[in-house]
Every structure is written in structure tokens, then in C-alpha cells.
């Protein structure tokens, strides 16, 4: 299972799917402890739409399914006044890194995005995130 803090989420191939829609589904998880679950990923695009204000983490978890990999995180839309985001990737059912008191070592990657990422694939920066664990290519299962 993964962990992450807020943004678009790819798997391999075709159809789209909205995981989740603060709209429609209440806030993510404000918990790094107990986070909001997506399931398993369907294979294809996966959709989270939220929004967040400056300070506020959220939290959220998924699981790449068997023979399936997460390829890309595509960041679709960013509207900031300091235009300065911030996604992190672990390892696990919860989100182990204490944002107050945040230890890069402990990411299994991260990026600082903004309008500059729109439209573009940030999962490679996340996996060369300056002192993380660091990863190459997509993520496979678990």
C-alpha cells in the first residue's frame, strides 16, 4: 500500500476513474494515521480532485494491484497564491513522516510542485526527491 499527500494519480492503460471528489465525498483525511483509503487502483487514469489551503495536509492511500504499476502522476490543474505544493510518497497503510517535523530520509520520494508541473508527469521528480530513498520508473504492486 502507498501513501501520499494530495494530487492525480496514473496507473497503466486506458479508461478514467474519479477515485475522489472533495465535492462529492467530503474531505481527505486530515490524519496521517488513519488516511482516506482509495482501494485498489483500477488499471488506467485515476482522478483525485481536492483542494487544500496553505499549512493543511491531507492524506491518502492506495494499492497497486497485481501485474499493475502507478506510471505517472499527472498534475491537471494548480491554483495557488504562493504557488508552492508539496507531494510525498511513502511506503505503508499510514503516512509516517511527521509533517511538522518533516525527515526527507523517511519519503520514499517527494516533489514541491506548482504551475510550472501543470500538464506534466511529476512522478519522476518525486522518485529523485533530494534526499529521499528515491525510486526510478514506475511503481509496481503493494
Avoid at 109 to 137: K, N, R
Wanted: with cysteine; aromatic share 8%; hydrophobic share 45%.
Amino acid at each position: 500500500m502507498i501513501g501520499g499527500a494530495a494530487a492525480l494519480l496514473a496507473a497503466t492503460a486506458c479508461i478514467a476513474d474519479v477515485v475522489w471528489d472533495e465535492d462529492i465525498d467530503g474531505s481527505l483525511s486530515l490524519d496521517r494515521f488513519n488516511t482516506t483509503n482509495f482501494g485498489t487502483l483500477a488499471a488506467g487514469s485515476n482522478n483525485l480532485i481536492c483542494d487544500t489551503q496553505n499549512g493543511i495536509s491531507k492524506f491518502f492511500t492506495f494499492t497497486i494491484g497485481a501485474g499493475e504499476e502507478l506510471a505517472a502522476i499527472i498534475l491537471d490543474d494548480w491554483i495557488s497564491e504562493d504557488d508552492l505544493g508539496f507531494l510525498g510518497i511513502v511506503t505503508g497503510d499510514f503516512f509516517s513522516v511527521d509533517p511538522a517535523a518533516p525527515d526527507v530520509t523517511q519519503l520514499l520520494g517527494y516533489v514541491h510542485h506548482g504551475e510550472t508541473t501543470v500538464g506534466q508527469d511529476i512522478l519522476p521528480a518525486m522518485g529523485q526527491g533530494p534526499g529521499s530513498q528515491g525510486f526510478v520508473g514506475a511503481l509496481g504492486p503493494g
